[in-house]
């Protein structure tokens, strides 16, 4: 037996290596016990032939998880509805984290099963770490046993440039089936979230100067308005109201400033300052927001509100989760997280404003990310704008057939359940791309579907706004559509019927009508042009559902911010309510 430790460089990782303490048990004990071995998942054969394959040392030990579907997942259904519906006595009486983790916790039976399987493998179930309501169960093994346990060839690939391990099949006991959903890694390194970008546009020092200047006279000018329009509903029916469009505001539609999203969403012209209510953003590894940005935004944009003096740092915290890599940020790639944290912070000052930023693009970062809010010192926030995607069609062509594609992307958004059972309220872009790929997490059942909207060069900015156009020089769309996966997996949820059986009867294009019964996105919109953002330390113009998004989530955090200070708890998931009360809502 080897006494030394080895090491092993992987995709550039200084990793560990070293025997194999069990080996593996044989394959015809393992059925014995739970039954013929039968496949999970497993990526077409297009795709993994895409993906540059390393190759793992066997006796590597790595951390690798299994999740598990919960117990129950009527009774989590039930439990979100009743209280995101108004009607209903339970309305806003979100559970704790600890009691939603309780209602999705997976099946003790499973529980039991999955570690006496693994403990055949060489795994002790004293070294199986659970968490999440016994959803995700986490353990060091070699690749070796990982391999068996999994059915799996677990490699390192090459996705875009980035090196992720997985496995193009999982193979586990038929009998386990019905409680597991995935392994991580698993067979979803392939997906590549991205961020929902529209164009942007380089302003030159004397635009930008111009502009500094502007915003400045537009929050005089906001601020000199009557308060009563505070208190006015939004514009319904086209019929605009609030905020007279002289001066300075009527130059919105060439430059969208915090000062315009104020006068069009009827908002005060300073938020007031709150306790108990925290606003977020999820950004992937290599994209980082930059702090440098952030006061250079302060200083040149916002000197007149907030205060702009040298010591002044904006009420923003950056939380990275476990797995992060401190030297994996692109310096190239801060524009979009900049986008963020500069429409939030704004708006939503002086709340707490969180940027959670997660290891990579992958499934298990996203989908991991929000699931470990409250979790192992990570903080929960009220309410979370996630700006990444992953278009639904590609998720079909990934897999072997339809319904594992389905199956796998229901469960996966299920893995967020226990956060909105909670309170928080998830909002994801709906993508840039028109009707042609409609994305995850946004046709997830319980995150709101965020598109973009413009403002009409000849109205003010109260009138009302309109989808965006890919033909109207930006390059990028609100993103609406339904989904192709449909019925049974993405059928319209309850809350979205009525509207969409509306929808059908008066839009009859071929590529609705077999689609009317399907879920549908998006279920709001924001503006998505030309807000102004600092980022490498220059002044630009940015747009797409990347803007709307943490747009709208700004508007229900101060939403939040009033409920909690009137004792009535937070919004969460908003949707029964939204859908049930249209004329809150221009259309």
Known sequence: MIAAVAYLIVAGLSVTVAPIANAAPVKAEVELRFGEFAQLHKISDRHIASFEKQAIHPAEISTYAIKLHAQNQSAIDEAILQRSDPAHELYGQWLSLEDAHALTQSDPNGVKEVLEYLNMHGVASEAVTRSYGDRHMSFKATKAQADAIFGADFAVYNVDGHARRGTSAIKIPKSLHKYVFTSVPGVGFGFSHTRKQGSKRKLDNEEAAHVKDLHKTMMEDLAAQPPSHNNDPIAIQGQPVGVSMTGSLSQCWNYFLPACVRAQYHLPAVTSPTTGTSIGTLNLQPNCAAN??????????????????ASYIPPYVLVPIDGVDPTGCSSSDTGEPDLDLQTVVPLTYPMKVIDFEAPDASDESLYGAVSAMGSNGIPKVDVLSVSYGGDESFYVNYFESNDTAAQYLVAQCQTTDAIVASGTTLLASSGDSGAQNIEFPALCPYWVAVGATDLNINAGVTAPSYAEQENDGWGYSGSGGFSTLGPPFNAAPSWQQSAVASYSTHYKDYLYKSLQNAAATPDVSAMGRNYII????????????????????????????????????????????FYANPTLFRD
Do not use: K
Not at 294 to 309: K, M, T
Not at 537 to 556: I, K, N, R
């Open 292 to 309: 440098s940005d952030l006061l250079s935004a302060w200083e040149q944009l916002f000197p007149n509100v907030y205060n702009s003096n």
């Open 534 to 577: 600092v980022t490498g330390g220059d002044v630009y113009q940015y747009g797409g559902t990347s803007l709307s998004s943490p747009m709208f989530a700004s508007l229900l955090a101060m939403i939040n911010s009033h409920r909690v200070q009137n004792g009535v708890g937070l919004l969460g998931f908003p949707l029964p309510a």
